[in-house]
């Protein structure tokens, strides 16, 4: 279940592409508070986001669980480690956004509020991201986002992936988050920060998948493989 949440951060992250062929590298830092002790380990994780045109590389590391997700605007890849189990699989944009459809949510409710501050040099402005949940019980995210970076807004639904919040209809990009999520029926609380923006040009070679040594598996087996595991 901590593997699909981390997951689905790095989803979050690569869904934030910006346009033309401007290059950004953010680095993040992701704290979760509230996780049971067998799952201490993956509580803190450190992530960077290479972005440039339509791709996307997302790096994501932490003391249990390293893995990379690479988007190219149509094909994504992901890649995961485990313990040195090694595993991968690949989707198209179409089969990502099927998957999406399947769960029907409400959209959530966006209230900006007046509340500014600097995050890795951006101002940013503070919003209120309310949903519901099956649960029938109000769930409220504080975005931090900034306009000075352009993102693609479609590319940022969190729906059906690992229960992360729509933010489709956010203004900008979001530099900082804090959400609430059930684990095993207890709460925990995922803190996301980016620590720094760099704007140094990338070379085109960082956004091509290297997937030696990995078992690869396709999108349909991988979500089988969740469902065998009691996953989504």
């Known amino acids: 279940m901590m593997n699909k949440t981390i997951f689905a951060t790095a989803l979050f992250l690569f869904g934030t592409i ?3 062929q401007e290059a950004y590298t953010l680095k993040m830092t992701v704290k979760t508070e509230g996780l049971p002790a067998e799952y201490a380990a993956y509580g803190e994780q450190e992530i960077t986001t290479y972005m440039k045109g339509d ?4 790096d994501v590391s932490s003391m249990m669980f ?3 997700v690479y988007f190219d605007g149509k094909m994504m890849t992901s890649l995961s480690e485990t313990m040195g189990n090694k595993t991968g699989f690949t989707a198209t944009k179409e089969e990502l ?4 459809k399947g769960e029907k949510k409400e959209k959530p409710v966006i209230e900006y509020t007046n ?5 890795a040099g951006y101002e940013c402005t503070k919003a209120v991201v309310t949903t519901v949940g099956k649960d029938k019980k109000e769930n409220k995210t504080i975005v931090w986002t900034t306009d000075k970076i352009k993102g693609n807004p479609s590319a940022r639904r969190g729906g059906g992936r690992g229960g992360m919040v729509d933010l489709s209809d956010v203004k900008g990009h979001p530099l900082a988050m804090e959400m609430t999520q059930m684990n095993q029926g207890q ?7 980016t620590t720094e923006v ?3 040009p990338l070379d085109d070679k960082i956004f091509i998948p290297n ?4 078992k690869m598996m396709t999108y349909k087996e991988m979500l089988e493989k969740q469902k065998t595991m009691g996953g989504r």
Do not use: L, Q, R
């Not at 791709?55 to 997302?58: E, F, G, I, S, V």
């Not at 956004?97 to 999406?100: A, C, I, L, Y």
């Open 18 to 20: 910006v346009t033309g």
């Open 55 to 58: 791709k996307t590389k997302t």
């Open 198 to 200: 760099a704007t140094t």
């Open 97 to 100: 956004e099927t998957n999406d």
């Open 66 to 68: 390293n893995s990379t």
């Open 115 to 119: 509340e500014k501050k600097m995050i």
């Open 187 to 193: 709460e925990m609380k995922i803190i996301m920060t």
């Open 211 to 214: 997937t030696e040594g990995y």
